[in-house]
């Protein structure tokens, strides 16, 4: 089992940067595909950002290539959604996700989820 609490979110103006963190429980941890997704209102939810367990892999949505960076801290179970250049349309809610081995960057199924944390950005 594994628990994923995200934080970090908030209200930020067009073009300013945050930081999304994830805390995850587990002993096994480090052999988890994390990811990101998120839903705007009205909208399904959507793949953002994907690592691999090593964190020498990623993958991203298109909308946010060169803008957001996901990572990871194995040592400390926290994975990252560093988001700069942020745009209205970005605006959702995000959501940690882990996958059990064997699992895919490209195809993430989110085996665990966090509770998610709402980012809004200003126009």
């Known amino acids: 089992q594994v628990q994923l609490v995200e934080s970090g979110g908030g209200l930020v103006q067009a073009g300013n940067s945050l930081r999304l963190s994830c805390a995850a429980s587990?002993?096994?941890?480090?052999?988890?595909?994390m990811g990101w997704f998120r839903q705007a209102p009205e909208k399904e939810r959507e793949f953002v950002a994907a690592i691999s367990w090593t964190g020498g892999s990623t993958n991203y949505a298109d909308s946010v290539k060169g803008r957001f960076t996901i990572s990871r801290d194995n040592a400390k179970n926290m994975v990252y959604l560093q988001m700069d250049s942020l745009q209205p349309e970005d605006t959702a809610v995000y959501y940690c996700a882990a996958d059990r081995p064997p699992s895919s960057l490209y195809h993430l199924v989110g085996d665990y989820w966090g509770q998610g944390t709402q980012v809004t950005v200003s126009s």
């Open positions: 587990g002993r096994t941890f480090s052999r988890y595909t």
